[in-house]
């Protein structure tokens, strides 16, 4: 009798498990083409495009140039843990520590890879109120440091900043991988060079990104197959629409800080949340949380000093329940709002539909950039992503 006891148990934890796993893999399935679409744009751009010019466009923070950090970001594309290192980067060698900061917040919230995977999973509003609100954003966070960064804070940060402390992807960041021939974009792009350094670009950015995606992967499959709707319903205050509007774009954030996922591995546990019942502007706040998870809040600490890291979180969190709430209230009063009823977590697995053709045609140009990074000593660079801040050395974080 205990014996079958025990089986059953044992057999319903392995169901739960490959269930959670089915799920996870199904994600991962629908999104892989859009994933390689986003990276090779981006390494597109990055490669014919220094870090130098940006960081000469980044002097103050007029609107001008926070437009200009914005689209910078946007198109130089990283995983959250590069943004930041790279911010950081941009401040030392003299941007604005506002312009450093939008540019950081552009580069993993208003790409196109996060842009086409929200309208896969969630649907084409979701993408439209990710570049409606980062703006929304970089403007809520410009004005709380015009209101609130004393020039002690900010004299504090930079010589925290000098000391050089290693938080993550510190090679990564350094790493300016663009074509040093000239000529026009078009001659650049499709010189040898050009190729050598889009595909450069384009693995080093997918190394940065897979552990997150992964483990948001993960977490989305076992939350979608162990997580009853009830509790998410009674958690987001479903069935009291004003309620969960209010309460969605003040709780998103918080979930997102505690998830430990950044980037774009958050948006599967988007989808399991939005399907839970979370409000629409709950969503958008989510997403744009993803600078302000636990590891991450570790790294301002280390860059920038305590005071300024909690200067951060209280900032960046103003800025995306602010966002939130705009998005919320506008697309809400737009009549933009997509029924949740609709919304749905991939679980079918492998058919043969357009999904796997795209797969199949985006796996065969990843295989061709890999070959190519590895024959032009992609390797090496892999090796170095941990790398040094400045002048080759790590230092300790005391």
Known sequence: ??????????????????????????MTWEITWALILGFALSAVVQAVVRKSTVVALLGDDRPRTLAVAAGLGAASSSCSYAAVALARSLFLKGANFTAAMAFEIASTNLVVELGVILALLMGWQFTVAEFAGGPVMIVVLAVLFRLFLREELLRGAREQAGRGLAGSMEGHAAMDMSVRSGGSFARRLFSREGFTATSHVFVMEWAAILRDLVIGLLIAGAIAAWVPDSFWRAFFFEGHPLASRLWGPVIGPLVAVASF????????????????????????????ADLLILPILNIYRKYYGPRTALFLLGTFYVAAVVAGYV????????????????ARIPMEGITWNYTTFLNIAFLALAAALLVRFFRTGGLGMLRAMGGAPRDGKLHSDG
């Open 261 to 288: 996922v950044c980037s774009i591995g958050n948006v599967p546990l988007a989808v399991v949340l939005w399907k839970g019942g979370i409000s629409f502007g709950g969503v958008v706040a989510f997403i744009f």
């Open 327 to 342: 998005v919320e209230f506008v697309f809400g009063g737009l009549g933009l709002v997509p029924d949740q009823a609709d």
């Open 1 to 26: 009798m205990i014996h079958d006891a025990s089986h059953s148990v044992l057999h319903d934890a392995l169901h739960a498990v490959l269930h959670a796993l089915s799920i996870a893999g199904s």
